[in-house]
């Protein structure tokens, strides 16, 4: 009698995983379809039955795991934000293990900020302008997102006897001019131009991290 029991109850939890697993599979694909939209066709345009399309799921199996559409875009954009976030950290790992150089950084940062992140978020941004019960929802996982970029970005200034607030200003700055660069690539398709003023930044950020080493200035390692 126990023993069916047993069985009865492992065949419950095993049913009940799978449910559950299917449960998390649904929310994954209604994430991402909801990101490749947004990117694709703007927050205004943005609708439940092109998500449920792309996700291959029933309008009302979105509205089962969500309750309206804004709860689903936000927790997308927190989805989005925590995975570039756990990105920038395994760049930290790199960075401490002398294994990415300040030139690699950058190449990784500037393909992040030119592509489907960048993006989305102005299309968050744009929304949460005139949105305040949305922008408090974004400000937590930004604010961690960066908070992961600013400490993987120290590593690369660690030697250089600059103050605390310096490296924040230069990843600032540095941030700010890929993001213009990005958007003035929608309406300016010049490739030259943009690798242009890419490598001038470049060059004047790494003049920032040289170290004085036996009197010649030597690129900053990580962890060196």
């Known amino acids: 009698m126990a023993s069916s029991e047993h069985a009865g109850s492992s065949q419950r939890t095993s049913k009940r995983r799978t449910q559950e697993e299917r449960s998390a599979t649904t929310q994954e694909l209604l994430m991402q379809a909801t990101i490749d939209a947004m990117y694709e066709n703007g927050f205004a345009r943005l609708t439940t039955a092109d998500i449920a399309r ?4 029933s309008r009302g199996a979105l509205m089962h795991h969500y309750a309206s559409k804004e709860d689903l875009i936000v927790v997308s954009y927190e989805r989005m934000l925590a995975d570039a976030t756990r990105e920038i950290r395994s760049w930290l790992g790199l ?27 102005l299309e968050h941004i744009t929304e949460a302008r005139h949105n305040e019960p949305l922008r408090q929802k974004f400000m ?66 790494r003049s920032l991290v040289e170290v004085e080493a036996n009197g010649e200035g030597d690129a900053a390692r990580p962890g060196s």
């Open 54 to 57: 792309r996700a291959g799921v």
């Open 95 to 121: 960075a401490r293990a002398g294994e990415l150089m300040l030139d690699d950084f950058l190449d990784k940062l500037w393909a992040m900020y030119s592509g489907k992140l960048i993006f989305v978020t």
């Open 140 to 205: 937590p996982v930004v604010k961690e997102f960066h908070a992961a970029l600013e400490a993987c970005w120290r590593e690369f200034f660690h030697e250089t006897g600059s103050s605390t607030e310096d490296p924040i200003t230069v990843l600032t700055m540095t941030t700010a001019l890929f993001r213009g660069i990005a958007i003035q690539m929608v309406l300016r398709e010049d490739a030259v131009y943009f690798d242009k003023l890419l490598e001038h930044w470049k060059s004047h950020v």
